[in-house]
């Protein structure tokens, strides 16, 4: 062998495959983990738009009606999640109106998940003269 010979060893070569391995093992499962973790962000992101855009349509009607529903929505970033949508409109006492909207889904781990808002709306009593006139 001569002295001027340039390269690695095979000894230097096996040694660097074996860090480049033990950093690959490491990095992979944060990697994975990361991913999924992203994926679980972005459903809730959903989920709370979805949330948000039931409760603001359930606010802006005139004259509430005590009502009870749920609907299934589609998640436009992937195909196979759905969301579950169930919503709840009753009086109480003195012209005052409880809403509640709930979200349902599944995180893709399989856990179910559920956020809740609960508002109430005040419609004040018309009054005829002197008697007020219930809603």
């Keep these: 062998m001569e002295v001027n010979e340039k390269g690695f060893t095979l000894a230097e070569i096996v040694t660097s495959l074996m860090i480049f391995g033990l ?10 983990n990361l991913k999924q973790e992203v994926s679980d962000r972005l459903l809730e992101a959903e989920a709370h738009a979805f949330l948000q ?63 809740r808002l609960r508002t109430h709306r005040f419609i004040p009593l018309k009054t005829n003269g002197d008697l007020p006139i219930l809603n």
Excluded: N, T
């Design 53 to 115: 855009e039931k409760m603001e349509r359930m606010v802006a009607e005139q004259q509430p009606v005590e009502m009870k529903g749920q609907e299934v929505k589609k998640s436009p970033s992937y195909q196979q999640r759905s969301y579950q949508l169930h919503w709840q409109i009753r009086k109480i006492p003195s012209g005052l109106w409880q809403i509640d909207v709930e979200v349902q889904w599944k995180k893709q781990s399989g856990q179910v998940r559920k956020i």
């Design 23 to 32: 950093l690959a093992s490491f990095s992979i499962p944060i990697f994975l």
